[in-house]
Structure formats: C-alpha cells, structure tokens
C-alpha cells in the first residue's frame, strides 16, 4: 500500500495556505511518503493550481487531486489545465475527478446534476481525446460536442482516478480509468463493496488492476483520547454525511460516520487500523492528519506527532 498524504482543506488565508502546501509537499518527499493529495474543497485555493505549485518544489513525490468536480468546468479547459500541471511537475500529476454532489453541483454552481454517471462517461471521452494529443480534440457524444485545436500532450502517462461510490460508478471507472479515490469508506466497503466491483470491470474490459485511493482521517494520541479524536473527525468533517452518495457508501460497511473511519490511538493500534485497510484491497492511502488539543500550540504538537509516526510507517505499510 503506497502511503500520502492530503494538504490544503485547513483554514487560512491565501498566502499563507500557499507556503505551507509547498512546505507539506516538501516534507512528504523527504519523508519518504508516495504521494500527495489536493482535495478540491469548493470553498478553497485551486487544487490543480496548488499541484503546480508543489511540483516546483519537489522532485519525486506524486502529485494528486482528490477530487475535481467535472461539472466546475469545460472538459477541455480540465485537460489543458491538467496538462499543463502534469508539465510543471515533469509527469508525477495523478488526476483524480468526480461527479461530485447535488450540493455543490447545483446548490453552490446552479447546475444540473443529472445523470452522473452519463456525464462522468461522456466527459472521460474529451479527457480520453485530449490526453492522446497533442493534436485535435474531436468528440460527438451526448453532452459534449468538441471540435477542439491542443498543442499540448501528456509528458509521461497521465492515471486519471474517478471518485466512484456506487455500483454504476465502479463499473465505469473499471472500465475507463486507472483507478478511484474515495472518501467515507471503511475497511469492510472498500472489501466488499469498492474492490470487486471495480477490478471485475477493469478485468472485463481488459485494464490492469485498478488503483483504489482512501481518504482516511489519522490521530497519533493516548488510547483514552481516542473518542475525542473521533468525535472532532465528526464536528470539523462530518459535513460530507449530508451527501447521500456517502449516505450510500457508509451502509455499505460497518462505520456510521467519518468518526468511525478515523485511525486513531496509539501507534499500534493505528497500525493495525491502516493494515486492515491494506488487506480489503486499499492500494494508496490518502492521510488526513487530525489533530487534537486545547489550543493551537497543543494542535501543532499534535500534528507533528502523527507526522512522525506516518513517516515511520510508510516503509512497513508498503
């Protein structure tokens, strides 16, 4: 199991948030870690922008999003962009997107959000064309009519990862992509649910085994802190639960909410947690470093903390 790490859904300003993501990403590739993951939060610093900006100071590490929302922009200006940020980084981009939710689709954008999944395949066929360039970009299908001129071409292969959470999902991200990113699933949904789906349908369609990315929130703490790790995960990223895409996935498995998937204790029992993960198939884990603490010198100390231990374990896990 490769081991990264997530940077950027922490509150700051701007300028500052651009300093420490550098500085995140640098620490990682010192750290050993595989990769580092940018979640497009709706309300935060561009994830493709903050790649970009990772890739100039680092050499190694793999660069990720997780995830952009499709609907948040043309397919082909997502290619150019995402090419362009494959560039800046000399080939280590892994383009995670998504379908995303009702809630930022047409809650925040004032889009449609119809038909997810005919519309993650049809936008897959721009990304497909795009991606075989430079050259033109031509694509007739339902959604998209593009008759597209692109100069640019993938310096190295560029995994594109879909954020699937279904059935319907699963089935075409084993049959069009590299692999999925997911947020909300425990061990038992990524087992049962997540990986035999979609390394049936990458078999199928005659694809290599698919990579399956989860987001799991991490808290280095003595065991009697555990509950107050979990129940933090719950108050600052419960806010996902009010999704019923996660909705669905959680009843897929045994946890209830974000709290339930959260790794927390003491550096065994987060071993053992992570391992678990390894076994139902997990083949990259996405840390979410949580910390805990009364105040922001106890949440810096806290951070570290887990850091260190994360850096420890990424060798064993692998």
Same mark, same amino acid.
């Given at each position: 199991?490769?081991?990264?790490?997530?940077?950027?859904?922490?509150?700051?300003?701007?300028?500052?948030?651009?300093?420490?993501?550098?500085?995140?990403?640098?620490?990682?590739?010192?750290?050993?870690?595989?990769?580092?993951?940018?979640?497009?939060?709706?309300?935060?610093?561009?994830?493709?922008?903050?790649?970009?900006?990772?890739?100039?100071?680092?050499?190694?590490?793999?660069?990720?999003?997780?995830?952009?929302?499709?609907?948040?922009?043309? !397919?082909?200006?997502?290619?150019?962009?995402?090419?362009?940020?494959?560039?800046?980084?000399?080939?280590?981009?892994?383009?995670?997107?998504?379908?995303?939710?009702?809630?930022?689709?047409?809650?925040?954008?004032?889009?449609?959000?119809?038909?997810?999944?005919?519309?993650?395949?049809?936008?897959?066929?721009?990304?497909?064309?795009?991606?075989?360039?430079?050259?033109?970009?031509?694509?007739?299908?339902?959604?998209?009519?593009?008759?597209?001129?692109?100069?640019?071409?993938?310096?190295? !292969?560029?995994?594109?990862?879909?954020?699937?959470?279904?059935?319907?999902?699963?089935?075409?991200?084993?049959?069009?992509?590299?692999?999925?990113?997911?947020?909300?699933?425990?061990?038992?949904?990524?087992?049962?649910?997540?990986?035999?789906?979609?390394?049936?349908?990458?078999?199928?369609?005659?694809?290599?085994?698919?990579?399956?990315?989860?987001?799991?929130?991490?808290?280095?703490?003595? !065991?009697?802190?555990?509950?107050?790790?979990?129940?933090?995960?719950?108050?600052?990223?419960?806010?996902?639960?009010?999704?019923?895409?996660?909705?669905?996935?959680?009843?897929?498995?045994?946890?209830?909410?974000?709290?339930?998937?959260?790794?927390?204790?003491?550096?065994?029992?987060?071993?053992?947690?992570?391992?678990?993960?390894?076994?139902?198939?997990?083949?990259?884990?996405?840390?979410?470093?949580?910390?805990?603490?009364?105040?922001?010198?106890?949440?810096?100390?806290?951070?570290?903390?887990?850091?260190?231990?994360?850096?420890?374990?990424?060798?064993?896990?692998?």
């Amino acid at each position: 199991m490769r081991i990264g790490v997530m940077s950027g859904p922490e509150r700051g300003d701007s300028a500052r948030k651009a300093k420490r993501m550098v500085e995140d990403a640098r620490w990682a590739e010192s750290a050993g870690l595989d990769t580092v993951w940018v979640p497009q939060v709706p309300t935060d610093f561009d994830a493709l922008l903050a790649v970009a900006l990772m890739g100039t100071a680092t050499s190694r590490v793999e660069l990720g999003t997780a995830v952009v929302p499709l609907q948040s922009q043309h !397919p082909v200006a997502l290619a150019r962009q995402a090419l362009s940020a494959q560039a800046a980084t000399g080939g280590r981009l892994a383009l995670g997107v998504g379908p995303s939710h009702h809630w930022i689709v047409r809650d925040m954008l004032g889009l449609p959000y119809e038909r997810p999944a005919g519309y993650t395949r049809d936008y897959l066929d721009v990304l497909d064309a795009a991606f075989a360039g430079p050259g033109p970009v031509e694509v007739e299908n339902k959604t998209f009519s593009v008759h597209n001129p692109l100069g640019l071409g993938p310096v190295a !292969p560029l995994p594109v990862l879909v954020a699937a959470l279904g059935p319907v999902m699963l089935r075409l991200t084993g049959e069009r992509a590299d692999g999925t990113v997911l947020w909300m699933a425990d061990e038992r949904a990524v087992g049962e649910h997540v990986v035999p789906r979609i390394t049936r349908a990458a078999e199928e369609a005659g694809r290599p085994a698919p990579r399956v990315v989860a987001g799991v929130p991490v808290c280095l703490c003595r !065991p009697s802190e555990a509950d107050a790790a979990r129940e933090r995960a719950n108050r600052i990223l419960g806010e996902a639960e009010i999704s019923p895409n996660y909705q669905r996935l959680l009843a897929y498995g045994d946890a209830r909410d974000v709290g339930d998937i959260c790794a927390a204790g003491d550096a065994a029992a987060i071993a053992e947690r992570l391992r678990r993960f390894a076994d139902a198939g997990v083949t990259d884990l996405s840390v979410r470093l949580l910390p805990i603490g009364a105040g922001r010198d106890e949440l810096v100390a806290s951070k570290e903390r887990t850091k260190e231990l994360l850096a420890g374990l990424a060798a064993d896990l692998r």
